[in-house]
Structures are given as C-alpha cells and as structure tokens.
C-alpha cells in the first residue's frame, strides 16, 4: 500500500490551494482520513478528518476556510484551502485509517508535501 500527495506550493495570503491524496493497494476498507500539518519547529496537529463514525471534524484555526473530501471507492481524499494565511504554511500529510484485507486495523500516512503562503 502506497500514498501519495499531490498539490502543494507556493500561494499568496488570501489565495486557494487543493491538496490531493490517493491510496494505491488492495484495503478492506477506510475509517478515516485525516490531513496534519507540520510547521517548521512545531509538532504536527490535526487539521482535519472525516471518519465514519464521528463525522467531519476541523481544527479551529481551519474550520470555515478548509474542507475535506473522501472518495471510498477511489481511495481518495482532497483538502480545499481557502483565504489562505502565512501561519497556514507548513508541510501537510495525508493519512488513512484503515483495515486490511486480513481485517486488520492499519493506516498510512502520504510523504509530505510543503504549503507556502507568502506575498
């Protein structure tokens, strides 16, 4: 099982990005999906997350700017980014919770992928 990001760069404050994650492999299913974020000498923090059971969550510095996606059955998630700030910059990782096709409880987590916001 693979995961890869897509999407990241460099945005002006105010501006848009979309980040994008795909799973590659055979799985029985997925929980949840989750983005975090990385700032540069802080500790990662959960930005968002769409799981089954509780539903759609953001963190308060995102919530009403960014919203999550999940596809089941393509196996993917996107994060949409609005009125982007210059504190929203930081590496930002993908992750799926998920079971495997031996009904275990996994999850794998993108390579990373930076987000600059600056004029």
């Known amino acids: 099982v693979v995961v890869v990001e897509s999407g990241g760069g460099l945005v002006q404050p105010g501006g848009s990005l979309t980040l994008h994650c795909i799973l590659s492999g055979d799985i029985l299913s997925i929980t949840a999906v989750s983005w975090y974020r990385q700032g540069l000498g802080k500790q990662r923090e959960l930005v968002a997350q769409?799981?089954?059971?509780?539903?759609?969550t953001y963190s308060d510095d995102v919530k009403g700017r960014f919203t999550i996606s999940r596809d089941e059955a393509r196996k993917t998630t996107s994060l949409q980014m609005n009125t982007l700030k210059p504190e929203d910059t930081a590496v930002y990782l993908c992750?799926?919770?998920?079971?495997?096709?031996?009904?275990?409880?996994?999850?794998?987590w993108g390579q990373g992928i930076q987000v600059s916001v600056s004029s």
């Open positions: 992750n799926f919770d998920v079971f495997n096709l031996d009904q275990r409880r996994n999850d794998y």
């Open positions: 769409a799981n089954i059971f509780t539903g759609v």
